[in-house]
């Protein structure tokens, strides 16, 4: 095990004062550090946990992740990461390939790597960068002025939960789903919004654990209603002999939540056995989260805190990707707040904070609307063997229309006729 990249709050004293504070070190909360670092801000980035430690994900990174990652200077030529040339759908007994996009902003392949040690290598980065992490310390309220306008937060430090007070005039709540800091603050999830479940468990398969493409299974059946599975299964090569087999699902309208372990085993049954997604072959236990989506929390930005990542349901209901959207969120994050803290507290900082909100509901808004739309409409009832209709799989251009509508891989102004048909799409989505 290496050791944590910054030493524990237990080593450095009771509580302290930052410019801004972030709480949890995920992708997203390492990300607004680092770039609020490079932006000259003191920041301080607490994290409950430590380094390297799991967290139940897919570990599937799409060219929008990959861009994301080279922004943050990661270098994604070292050891430890996989690269993918695209997906590969199966469906009613076919399968068809999907190449990433060779567009100009995006980079033309995907990526995996396991969360138990990527979250610690962005964290890391954030550190280099200049940000004070402080690792085993739990954010457990907000700490509020008279007006009800956070100031910091309380938390327990170390495994004797010791308290301590971190304060700074600006906190960003990264702590994924829990969104503890976001429901103190009285910012509960809109229900209308989709939810999905998943759960991933990592099997040793040399057979498919270099497979160039990330794999989808889009005709899955649940287990106990013999229905149409409400999502996807995936199996995801980690290129180091091993792959990350799971599947999600959104709530079915009248027949509730999907018993993913049943829904599992009897897809797992289907594979061929040379394969090695075999019991016997199994890495870890089957370990299962919920995936906030949609913008499930608003405002994203009020009363000196900005939600970034899970904690404000930022993952895509078009394909449960989150990671993407965490590290371009704290981005967008930290460069609101380096601009916002050159202006006096008051008025005019709160309106340049306000663009926090702006930016993301330009970047998401429209897309997530519609996105939101097609989970409850079609994904939510009958999952996603309708996007891959015979005729959808014999043209390869409308698999890679579907591809880039389902992960957001569209360059404005357009480069060809897909951006084209798609950008048009989505502005025709009426805005908020
Ligand atoms: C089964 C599954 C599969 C998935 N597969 C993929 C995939 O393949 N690709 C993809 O892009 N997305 C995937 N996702 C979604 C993705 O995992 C999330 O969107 C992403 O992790 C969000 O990052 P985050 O930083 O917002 O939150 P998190 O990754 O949850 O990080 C939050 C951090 O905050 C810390 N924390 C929490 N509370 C506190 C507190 N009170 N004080 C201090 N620290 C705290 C936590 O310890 C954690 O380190 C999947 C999700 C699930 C459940």
Not at 163 to 183: C, D, K, M, N, Q
Not at 400 to 427: C, F, H, K, W
Request: charged share 25%.
């Amino acid at each position: 095990m290496r050791p944590s990249p910054s030493p524990s709050q237990e080593e450095t004293g009771a509580g302290e004062d930052a410019q801004v504070v972030v709480v949890g070190a995920g992708p997203a909360g390492s990300a607004t550090a680092l770039h609020l670092a490079r932006a000259g801000v003191d920041v301080l980035l607490l994290e409950k946990g430590g380094f390297p430690r799991e967290k139940v994900c897919g570990d599937g990174l799409t060219p929008r992740g990959v861009h994301q990652l080279v922004r943050m200077g990661v270098d994604i030529d070292a050891p430890g990461w996989t690269r993918q040339r695209g997906m590969r759908w199966v469906c009613r007994g076919r399968e068809v390939l999907i190449e990433w996009p060779s567009l100009g902003r995006y980079p033309d392949f995907g990526l995996t790597r396991s969360r138990y040690d990527f979250d610690q290598l962005l964290a890391e980065h954030a550190t280099a960068a200049g940000a004070r992490l402080r690792t085993g310390v739990k954010a457990t309220a907000p700490l509020l002025d008279r007006s009800g306008r956070i100031t910091g937060v309380h938390a327990e430090v170390g495994p004797q939960g010791r308290p301590a007070v971190f304060r700074a005039p600006l906190v960003v709540a990264a702590e994924g789903a829990s969104a503890r800091t976001a429901l103190a603050m009285g910012l509960e999830r809109d229900t209308r919004r989709p939810m999905a479940t998943a759960a991933r468990r990592y099997y040793r398969s040399p057979a498919r654990a270099d497979d160039p493409y990330l794999e989808l299974w889009a005709d899955l059946r649940c287990s106990r209603t013999d229905r149409d599975l409400p999502g996807y299964g995936w199996i995801f090569p980690l290129g180091d002999g091993r792959v990350n087999v799971g599947l999600g699902a959104l709530p079915h309208r009248r027949h509730g939540a999907v018993d993913l372990r049943g829904t599992l085993e009897r897809w797992l049954a289907r594979l061929p056995e040379e394969w090695g997604i075999t019991e016997e072959n199994a890495d870890s236990p089957l370990r299962g989260a919920a995936l906030p989506m949609g913008f499930n929390r608003r405002p994203q930005y009020g009363r000196g805190l900005l939600l970034v990542g899970d904690s404000a349901g930022m993952i895509s209901p078009w394909n449960g990707e989150g990671i993407a959207q965490a590290l371009e969120a704290g981005e967008i994050a930290a460069e609101t707040v380096a601009m916002a803290l050159t202006r006096p507290h008051g008025p005019r900082r709160e309106q340049a904070l306000r663009r926090y909100p702006d930016e993301i509901g330009r970047r998401w808004g429209r897309y997530y609307r519609l996105g939101n739309l097609v989970a409850a409409q079609v994904l939510g009832r009958v999952g996603y063997g309708p996007l891959l209709h015979d005729r959808v799989m014999d043209s390869p251009l409308l698999l890679a229309a579907m591809a880039r509508l389902l992960t957001q891989l569209t360059d404005e102004p357009s480069q060809d006729g897909i951006d084209t048909v798609l950008n048009t799409l989505i502005r025709l989505v009426p805005a908020r």
